[in-house]
């Protein structure tokens, strides 16, 4: 057991890569800076890597943070849990923050547990909503249970840290403060935290994967479609939207569309502009990955279809009919015609 | 090779049912089952064993009605299973988990590798196998999409992260957790599923593994479940028919007018 009261402060773990800071680290500022306001207390980035830039730690200054620990070790240059684990399992000991906000990307999905284990705490993964229970200070951890079919709230009541990870994308990153200040520190990761047993030996990006969670417009095709071809009118449209292409599990398990579409609680989670949800029924797990979207319009032969309740425009007609008379109308508007 | 892979038993939850009044899932006719992406593990551990010879042991954690999914995984291939059961274990979170089958891996010895599924899918968490790592102070490598060059004392992975693939040398022992990628489940053989049911499988309790039981199940879980609900998901839809050329035509209408109030085309 820990004595709560010795622990203070919450902590976002941003995250790197080729020692740029990425998106999901301003997602977890909006998150952290919620918390830390509610507890009346400091909000401070940690973040690992070979090298930073200060210009790049002055903006998690101006968008939320009221301190920057920044570790630096040429071993720190790619994610390895040993040395990373080691590194913020110091800065724990040393520091004692009371909530730890990671993101639930392959990083954040090992570092945490692997740190959780050792700083002998819980941790609670892939959480939607984060709060503070009033009368106690502690961190309310409510995620998706069993599939999504319902939300569970998790309480980490006598162990500090309490340690969560969140989506990514499930939060709007922060906005920059030109004004805010703080204080920023970096440290040379000693030798002691820098031994591992693993060795990098290159990296090879994937550039099929992008765009799914960048895309303004997602056009997503589900069991609607009724086969792989049927897979080819969601994509016109797709593409006259200058949209990304998504999926359903459905979709992805009968192979039509393979696994970097799939939006779900097994696939991505999403928050474009635009959603547009073509034959998909909107199982929970489906809602779960997309239902944070800004704007969508749902497409199925089914009125009693899931997706049409979190749907702003829903369209009670078969996707062969429907879109490719959206995609004339889509053609005329381009020409100029009304 | 000593291959140790844990699995859990899940329930079958591709179509679960949800009381609307309790919020509860709905259990009669649920159907258990080996969770889906530990298949993928054991499908790993079989190929490395065709390979490299050696032994696969799978183990679980759970209920003495887990040993069902033990069986599985030995009609699969496993050379053989043990049931980590005790009334102590019960109402275990992600940590309280990852200690049971560690201590049940340290009792066991000797392992090169221990393989896990990327996560359980009722869970949902994917923390028990970085959490083993962590206990036994073993390095880990996630999400691994393929594993060559292995030798006495290490192996070659390639992990599938979000924007491409790293790929990664790392020293024996280790635990590697692996995504679908890795290799399609063989079925089981009438012959693996004889054996199977013909194999004694020892079950292990706290004693057994040296486990201190403020430490097991939900005495030793940090993390305590203080609600559960049903997900509110609404929007105001305004819901229009499409079905004749006339309606079709109209719903087209207001798809390409809501398109362009909010500037989106």
Redesign the interface.
């Known amino acids: 057991m820990h004595k709560n009261d010795d622990y203070k402060g919450v902590w976002i773990l941003a995250e790197q890569?080729a020692g740029r800071v990425l998106r999901v680290s301003y997602e977890l500022l909006t998150r952290g800076r919620e918390l830390a306001d509610k507890r009346k207390t400091d909000l401070t980035a940690i973040i690992f890597g070979a090298a930073f830039d200060d210009c790049d730690l002055q903006q998690l200054i101006e968008c939320g943070a009221d301190s920057i620990i920044a570790v630096e070790a040429k071993q720190l240059e790619?994610f390895d849990?040993?040395p990373y684990?080691a590194c913020m399992l110091k800065l724990i000991a040393e520091k004692k923050p009371e909530i730890i906000i990671a993101a639930a990307?392959?990083?954040g999905?090992?570092?945490?547990?692997?740190?959780?284990?050792?700083a002998?705490?819980?941790?609670?993964?892939?959480c939607t909503v984060l709060d503070i229970e009033p009368q106690t200070g502690n961190l309310?951890q409510t995620r998706?249970?069993?599939?999504?079919?319902?939300?569970?709230?998790?309480?980490?009541?006598?162990?500090r840290p309490q340690m969560a990870t969140v989506r990514p994308r499930s939060t709007k990153p922060a906005e920059r403060k030109a004004d805010r200040t703080g204080q920023i520190t970096r440290i040379n990761a000693s030798s002691d935290t820098l031994t591992?047993?693993?060795?990098?030996?290159?990296?090879?990006?994937?550039e099929s994967?992008?765009g799914l969670q960048d895309a303004?417009?997602i056009v997503a095709a589900g069991r609607g479609v009724k086969k792989a071809t049927g897979v080819e009118t969601v994509k016109t449209l797709c593409e006259k939207?200058d949209g990304a292409l998504g999926a359903s599990r459905d979709v992805v398990d009968r192979g039509w569309l393979s696994?970097p579409h799939q939006i779900g609680?097994?696939g991505k989670t999403v928050s474009p502009?635009?959603y547009v949800a073509c034959g998909i029924s909107g199982a929970?797990q489906h809602?779960?990955g997309m239902?944070t979207s800004e704007?969508?319009?749902?497409i199925n032969t089914d009125?009693d279809a899931q997706i049409?309740?979190?749907?702003?425009?829903?369209?009670?007609?078969?996707i062969f009919?429907?879109l490719p008379?959206?995609c004339?109308?889509?053609d005329a508007?381009k020409r100029g015609e009304k | 090779m000593k291959i140790i892979l844990p699995i859990k038993q899940v329930p079958e939850t591709g179509n679960v049912r949800m009381d609307e009044q309790t919020g509860t899932m709905v259990r009669d006719g649920v159907e258990s089952i080996v969770n889906p992406l530990d298949l993928y593990a054991i499908e790993l551990a079989l190929r490395l064993r065709e390979q490299n010879g050696g032994e696969i042991i799978a183990i679980t954690m759970g209920p003495p009605s887990a040993e069902k999914a033990l069986r599985e995984a030995v009609a699969m291939g496993c050379d053989s299973a043990i049931l980590l059961s005790d009334k102590s274990f019960a109402g275990a979170d992600t940590w309280a988990t990852g200690y049971v089958l560690s201590q049940a891996i340290r009792n066991i010895g000797g392992y090169d590798m221990i393989i896990c599924g990327e996560r359980a899918t009722d869970g949902d968490t994917g923390q028990v196998g970085p959490g083993i790592a962590s206990f036994l102070d073993l390095p880990v490598m996630t999400y691994v999409c393929a594993v060559d060059e292995i030798s006495d004392k290490s192996c070659r992975v390639k992990r599938l992260i979000e924007d491409g693939n790293e790929k990664w040398e790392v020293n024996l022992p280790t635990v590697l957790t692996v995504v679908k990628e890795i290799a399609v489940p063989r079925l089981p053989t009438l012959r693996s599923k004889q054996k199977s049911r013909a194999l004694k499988i020892p079950a292990w309790g706290a004693a057994d593994v040296n486990a201190d039981v403020n430490l097991t199940g939900l005495a030793g879980s940090p993390t305590r479940v203080v609600k559960i609900f049903r997900p509110q998901v609404s929007r105001k839809c305004e819901k229009i028919s499409a079905t004749d050329e006339t309606t079709i035509n109209a719903a087209a209408d207001l798809f390409v007018e809501f398109l362009a109030k909010r500037e989106l085309v």
């Not at chain 1, 069993?146 to 162990?159: D, E, R, S, V």
């Not at chain 1, 704007?295 to 749902?298: E, F, K, M, S």
């Open positions: 890569s790619h849990v040993e684990s990307t392959t990083t999905r090992t570092l945490m547990p692997y740190v959780a284990i050792k002998d705490t819980g941790l609670t993964a892939d309310l998706p249970a069993i599939g999504g079919n319902i939300m569970a709230t998790i309480k980490t009541p006598n162990h591992t047993r693993a060795k990098f030996l290159g990296f090879n990006p994937d994967e992008h303004d417009i939207l696994y609680l097994s502009k635009l929970i809602l779960a239902q704007n969508i319009v749902a009125p049409f309740r979190v749907a702003d425009l829903g369209i009670v007609g078969n009919e429907v008379v959206i004339e109308k889509l508007l």
